[in-house]
Antibody, heavy 118, light 108 residues
């Protein structure tokens, strides 16, 4: 069974950084791209970016509005994907989902809540 | 950036009836279109990709059609578990992949 579990969400002050984790099981993690998508309360889905598998260079792509402050990485030895968000702003407040895939998102985690507030 | 527009925003349907959801792209996305279902407090679930291919485990009452800029998700006979939010998403032009704003299917 494919499982994705996000963690690391928290209440943080503006300007701080946060690293979210996506711990996976039930599939060959190293073979797949992984994505991050966020959803502000009561709003729609917004793609943050994705990281390709090592076979495709392990490179990352980000939505234009996310470039510079968001960093996606992966640890294939631990089957974990990460999302680092720097210089957090109030508008980054959202549930952050990780998902299996780089374009079609086959499976999703339950999300982790990031609240940015002083 | 490709803008995805879904209509209607809310669809009121009685159980057992057909529901038809629309998704329009601001430019052609070929057949690179997916549909997701999201229930309150839950993660989205993939329903359809390639505009018309059902994902694993998705019942046959869900069907998708369209290409280019106009797409439709049809639920042939609504079951109680189908009342939810539905999002379309294009994966033809990056950056970024974009979602529609969603259609809420509610009980009439």
């Amino acid at each position: 069974e494919v499982q994705l579990v996000e963690s690391g969400g928290d209440l943080v002050q503006p300007g701080r950084s946060l690293r979210l984790s996506c711990t996976t099981s039930g599939f060959s993690f190293s073979d797949y791209a992984m994505s991050w998508v966020r959803q502000a309360r009561g709003k729609g889905l917004e793609w943050v970016g994705f990281i390709r598998s090592k076979a495709y260079g392990g490179t990352t792509e980000y939505a234009a509005s996310m470039k510079g402050r968001f960093i996606i990485s992966r640890d294939d030895s631990k089957n974990i994907a990460y999302l680092q968000v720097n210089s957090l702003k109030s508008e980054d407040t959202a549930v952050y989902f990780c998902a299996l895939g780089g374009n079609v998102l086959d499976y999703w985690g339950q999300g982790t809540l990031v609240t940015v507030s002083s | 950036e490709i803008v995805m527009t879904q209509s209607p925003a809310t669809l009121s349907v009685s159980p057992g009836e057909r529901a038809t959801l629309s998704c329009r792209a601001s430019q052609s996305v070929s057949s690179n279109l997916a549909w997701y279902q999201q229930k309150p407090g839950q993660a989205p679930r993939l329903l359809m990709y390639g505009a018309s291919t059902r994902a694993t485990g998705i019942p046959a009452r869900f069907s998708g059609s369209g290409s280019g800029t106009e797409f439709t998700l049809t639920i042939s006979s609504l079951q109680s578990e189908d009342f939810a939010l539905y999002y379309c998403q294009q994966y033809n032009n990056w950056p970024p992949w974009t979602f529609g704003q969603g259609t809420k299917v509610e009980i009439k």
